[in-house]
């Protein structure tokens, strides 16, 4: 069985600063996790992945997510937030069965 | 390479019309996805596909059928639409290998209301 929970169901901060989404998971293999990005009245789009080769992944926009199997984590981070970025995101697990496993989603807003 | 489309993009139904919404992917997945996104509930999957011919239930199957006849399509029935139904649906593909394996791929998704 693999369950993912998203720790935070919104996290604000300012423009300029660090953003982390935290992201737990279980899995009974080693699993593939995802991140994506859903703005405003769009559909979601892949931030970044680890399909179990290195542990620090870098996706698009500046966003990184490390793989830490010790702590079953798989945060995502960003050292300066820009105004683009706010939006909703979605950590999810996949291993080998047929359905993937979503988390509740995380609302990122960023201040001015 | 379009990726996944869904059409229509938009419907305003009432309640018990029936319609049904297309997805197309041209990327050659074996598996495909229906889910639905209320506020606050993330996205909850309807049914899904492993492959040509065949279909799965999820997690809220209930008032909704497929079809996947051709494995680039697969279709979201409403035989008897109902308020309920009124949510943002979207329809993804997934890699089962190469260097997007276990990737999904989504769609624009489709706005339905149902009055």
């Known amino acids: 069985a693999q369950s993912v929970t998203q720790l935070d169901s919104h996290v604000s901060v300012s423009e300029g600063t660090p953003v982390l989404l935290r992201c737990n998971y279980s899995s009974s293999y080693s699993p593939s996790l995802f991140w994506y990005v859903q703005h405003p009245n769009k559909g979601l789009q892949l931030l970044l992945k680890?399909?179990?080769?290195?542990?620090l992944v870098k996706g698009i926009n500046g966003f990184e997510a490390e793989f830490k199997k010790s702590e079953t984590s798989f945060h995502l981070t960003k050292p300066s937030a820009h105004m683009s970025d706010a939006a909703e995101y979605f950590c999810?697990?996949?291993?080998?069965?047929?359905?993937?496993?979503f988390g509740r989603g995380t609302s990122l807003i960023v201040h001015p | 390479n379009a990726g996944v489309t869904q059409t229509p993009k938009f419907r305003v139904l009432k309640t018990g019309q029936s319609m049904t919404l297309l997805c197309a992917q041209d990327?050659?997945?074996?598996?495909m996805y229906w889910y639905r996104q209320d506020p606050g509930m993330g996205l909850r999957l309807i049914h899904y596909?492993?492959?040509?011919?065949?279909?799965a239930k999820g997690e809220v199957p209930d008032g909704y059928n497929v079809s996947r006849l051709k494995k680039q399509n697969f279709l979201l029935g409403l035989e008897s639409a109902a308020p309920s139904q009124t949510s943002v649906y979207f329809c993804?593909?997934?890699?089962?290998?190469?260097?997007?394996?276990?990737?999904?791929?989504f769609g624009p998704g489709t706005r339905l209301t149902v009055l």
């Open positions: 993804a593909s997934r890699a089962t290998s190469g260097s997007s394996y276990n990737e999904q791929f």
């Open positions: 680890y399909t179990s080769a290195a542990t």
């Open positions: 999810v697990v996949t291993h080998g069965s047929y359905i993937p496993t």
């Open positions: 596909s492993v492959g040509e011919g065949t279909t």
């Open positions: 990327m050659n997945h074996e598996y």
